[in-house]
């Protein structure tokens, strides 16, 4: 039995399969059976809980949680005093942050928030709805939403502040966005005493580490290749790197190896580029974790 333990609240709902996902690329195996809201890992010094996004900042704050993964969105709705230890922009479907935006339906007058002067707005997120309209001097009628905010436009409400990913829930609903409230991304949070305790601490810094390396080499591969002596300069003076491309001597000593990550991104126009230049035995390889 370990004799520290870190209380971690992982979040249930949207977060929860890509948050599960993230962490077994960083290392730590979770295992929660599907009605179970205490999943169990490989890490005896994790204590997890299964909580809904929208709490999980209340725990962490009054301490019953020692750290969480939750929505910048909901640390912000419920104006939770919390450390804010790492952001990771994943959401549900990607690797991209999520908006909460105002939006009405396609064929609607309102063009702008001026427009819904007394109006009535349905949304799951009151506190920033609220906020939102009263900086644009607009007074509203705004209702808490319980979900699936889209079908209440336009016979229940006028319009809808929702947090929206792909988009396809407003097109599939036929709505416009009129503005962007919120810009939100998942974030990885420590309650104040959990921060001041040396051990935890250190614990929550070593997640956070290896979640980022995890979701920093998402998107990265590692581009080897061979190059003749005569050409080296050529071949990687055009190729990106984290810091420099690393060059070897190979056997024979008319060529050299070399290594660099880039972003996969990039891959479908380099590999080319670099076969045309010269390159010889070119591999890509996915990688696991990148630390800076
Ligand atoms: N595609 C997405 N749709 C909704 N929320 C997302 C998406 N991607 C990331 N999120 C984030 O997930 C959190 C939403 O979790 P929350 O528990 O509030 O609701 P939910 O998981 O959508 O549950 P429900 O199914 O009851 O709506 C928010 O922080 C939000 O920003
Ligand atoms: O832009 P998109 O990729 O379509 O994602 C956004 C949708 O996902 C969420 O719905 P959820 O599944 O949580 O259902 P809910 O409406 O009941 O909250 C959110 O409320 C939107 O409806
Ligand atoms: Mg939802």
Redesign the pocket.
């Known amino acids: 039995m370990a004799s520290n333990k870190l209380v971690l609240g992982l979040p249930k709902?949207?977060l929860q399969e890509s948050t599960f996902e993230l962490f077994r690329r960083a290392g730590f195996k979770i295992k929660g059976t599907s009605r179970s809201y205490f999943p169990s890992s490989d890490d005896e010094e994790l204590d997890i809980r299964l909580i809904r996004a929208q709490e999980m900042s209340r725990y962490v704050e009054h301490g019953m949680l020692d750290a969480g993964l939750t929505g910048l969105d909901w640390v912000r709705e419920n104006g939770s005093d919390v450390v804010a230890v790492a952001d990771l922009v994943y959401a549900?479907?990607g690797m991209r942050p999520?908006r909460w935006v105002l939006a009405v339906p396609n064929d609607s007058p309102v063009r702008s928030v001026a427009d819904l002067q007394g109006k009535r707005i349905a949304t799951?997120a009151v506190g920033l709805t609220r906020k939102y309209f009263e900086a644009n001097g607009v007074e509203a009628d705004i209702e808490f939403s319980w979900?699936?905010?889209?079908a209440k436009v336009p016979e229940l409400v006028d319009a809808i502040v929702?947090?929206?990913?792909?988009?396809?829930?407003?097109r599939a609903n036929n709505l416009r966005i009129v503005d962007t409230l919120l810009e939100s991304h998942t974030q990885l949070i420590a309650g104040r005493d959990a921060w001041a305790d040396e051990w935890k601490k250190a614990k929550i810094g070593r997640i956070a580490l290896l979640l980022k390396a995890a979701l920093a080499a998402d998107s990265k591969v590692l581009l080897k290749l061979n190059a003749p002596g005569d050409r080296l300069t050529q071949i990687t003076e055009n190729i990106p790197s984290l810091h420099a491309p690393t060059i070897n001597n190979l056997a024979d000593e008319a060529w050299y190896s070399v290594e660099t990550v880039v972003d996969e991104s990039v891959v479908r126009e380099i590999i080319p580029d670099l076969k045309e230049a010269g390159a010889e035995g070119i591999i890509e390889l996915s990688l696991n974790k990148i630390v800076e």
């Open positions: 709902g949207s549900k479907q999520v799951e979900g699936a905010t889209e929702d947090v929206t990913e792909t988009g396809s829930s407003l």
